[in-house]
């Protein structure tokens, strides 16, 4: 019986609480966990990796934007940066490993 009345005062007590501030304090918590989480699954390198890609993709990008004007509206603008950065990937595999086993 006391069980039934300690339950009814607390949920008095959550009568009260605004809750748009407990999903902003729910939120805010999970910002930091998210964080913590993504550093645990991927490692700084293959962040770094992924950011080098891109990078290398937007360079392309331009310099196919500035050989061929207005070329980013063909249908097989999206097939053309994916073979020249396939083949430039390629060829730095190529000369790591020539480095590694010369």
Known sequence: MFNQWKNFKLIQKLKNVDPK???LSFA?????HRKEYIDMLADNKEIQT????????AMVREQIKMEFPN???SS???L???AVVHNIKKKQLQASDKVQFE
Do not use: A, P, T
Not at 50 to 57: A, G
């Open 50 to 57: 992924l950011s080098d890609e891109r990078r290398l993709e």
């Open 71 to 73: 070329i980013e509206n």
């Open 21 to 23: 501030s407990l999903w």
């Open 28 to 32: 805010n918590s999970q910002k930091n």
């Open 76 to 78: 097989s603008y999206e």
């Open 80 to 82: 053309l940066v994916d």
